[in-house]
């Protein structure tokens, strides 16, 4: 009777949410950290459905108004997959990540597929570039022989963002936010367009030992400050208009900004033998990061995050944050000491509010308010698997380069057929999306003023 009794009030109490404690994720050790990385893996690959019959593989649900996203938090989706894989060693999505990275390439093999040029950004190009850099910088399985390689597909990512063509006069320089000239906010240069351009730069100069990458990022950083997109201080504002040489700039701060500098700053360091211009560069924005997007030792988005004006794109940045600060920490080791200690102060509170229903363990937004917030999706998602599986950054080696291990093949020349979009792009038809099912066949347990047009993209 006694025990039947306890069984009743323990039911009735996890339906009221006083036990749910019990059921969420730990991450006081290796075991803990690695139990926890798999369910969020499964949880964020909830919101994916490329593979299913019908479905348009690599993309999450949109752009909108099909879904909530656009195409580039797919490529986004895939770095924290690869992360995710290094980190644990779960095999369980490597086929699932390379049907997806491979089918979204586009016909020059660039990451232009034709369908996405209405909202084709630098930016948005720069994701996937990163995240194939990223499969050739751990290792990830190569693909067959007779498909793209990682190596080559970052390359071409670089090499059509290098091209003349995208680097116009205006400002002084730089890249534009859009690629093709008829995009809404083809007249607006930003950071992140220019920072993913400067971290492929920096780490194709360290994986291939090769100046020209390293000159171009060097020349990329010194823009981006010239222009006044990062201050004195280590700010990095949002971007300007080209019709006012850029003075009209947009003062909101975002936290992946920040991250992708930083992370690129630390590859030019380790790439330069630790030249000291480039670790007081590090060392000053990443006090700036702490001091910006760090509350109480917990991430936080300032622009959005108090109000929770959030974009859906904006949803996404703290798990860059993370695993991007993370991977310094192995290339710029000086780091260490100050970062890892607070990745997992806000690794903690990060999984500390994943209690939201059905199964108590889904995660929020709001980290630091400590209580589940009812902001449910991919990106909140990618940033709690970002922030604990990068916790096991000691069990792995540094990212690799062609003369450490790496076996990812490249191709100087790749991206030199890309489309330069002065024709009128080709519409979407239904050969462009698959029954992606074949490949695999796992089972995968708004913004207000300045910020709402943002939402076009990343």
């Known amino acids: 009777m006694v025990s039947r009794l306890l069984r009743v009030l323990s039911a009735a109490l996890l339906l009221t949410g006083d036990l749910v404690s019990a059921q969420t994720y730990k991450i006081d050790s290796d075991d803990d950290i690695i139990s926890a990385s798999k369910s969020l893996a499964q949880n964020v690959m909830t919101y994916y459905h490329g593979n299913e019959t019908g479905q348009t593989p690599g993309i999450l649900p949109g752009p909108p108004p099909a879904g909530d996203y656009y195409w580039w938090e797919g490529g986004a989706l895939w770095g924290a997959m690869i992360d995710y894989w290094h980190y644990t060693g779960d095999t369980t999505y490597n086929d699932l990540v390379t049907q997806a990275m491979l089918w979204q390439v586009g016909p020059n093999q660039d990451y232009m597929p034709p369908n996405v040029t209405a909202s084709l950004g630098n930016d948005d190009q720069g994701f996937w570039g990163m995240s194939a850099m990223l499969a050739a910088e751990v290792n990830f399985p190569d693909p067959p022989s007779d498909q793209p390689q990682w190596l080559s597909l970052a390359q071409a990512v670089f090499n059509t963002q290098a091209d003349p063509g995208r680097h116009d006069d205006t400002c002084g320089g730089g890249l534009r936010w859009q690629i093709p000239f008829s995009n809404n906010g083809y007249d607006y240069k930003n950071s992140i367009a220019n920072g993913c351009f400067f971290n492929l730069g920096a780490r194709l100069a360290r994986y291939l030992d090769n100046q020209t990458y390293a000159d171009w990022a060097e020349k990329t950083w010194d823009w981006v400050q010239s222009v006044g997109l990062m201050d004195s201080e280590y700010r990095i504002y949002d971007g300007a208009h080209v019709e006012t040489n850029c003075t009209d700039i947009n003062r909101a701060q975002f936290s992946y900004n920040n991250a992708v500098y930083l992370l690129g700053a630390a590859y030019m360091y380790n790439y330069t033998d630790g030249d000291s211009k480039w670790e007081d560069r590090i060392s000053g924005l990443l006090d700036a990061t702490i001091r910006d997007f760090f509350h109480n030792n917990v991430a936080y988005e300032i622009a959005c995050e108090q109000q929770m004006t959030c974009t859906t794109d904006m949803l ?3 798990g860059y944050v993370h695993r991007w600060m993370t991977t310094m920490t192995q290339i710029a080791p000086f780091t260490k000491d100050k970062v890892i200690p607070l990745l997992q102060q806000s690794a903690q509170a990060a999984v500390n509010q994943c209690t939201g229903p059905p199964d108590g363990k889904t995660c929020g937004f709001q980290w630091s308010s400590g209580t589940f917030d009812d902001s449910v999706g991919a990106g909140q998602t ?43 792009p080709a519409p979407i038809t239904t050969g462009d999306r698959a029954g992606a099912g074949i490949l695999t066949a796992l089972v995968l347990g708004c913004a207000i003023g300045t910020f709402t047009w943002m939402s076009t993209g990343a």
């Open 316 to 318: 996404s940045f703290k």
């Open 382 to 424: 990618m940033n709690v698997l970002g922030a604990v599986s990068s916790l096991l950054v000691d069990r792995v080696k540094p990212p690799v380069t062609n003369a450490t291990g790496g076996t990812s093949a490249g191709n100087f020349n790749a991206g030199s057929g890309s489309d330069s979009f002065t024709n009128t």
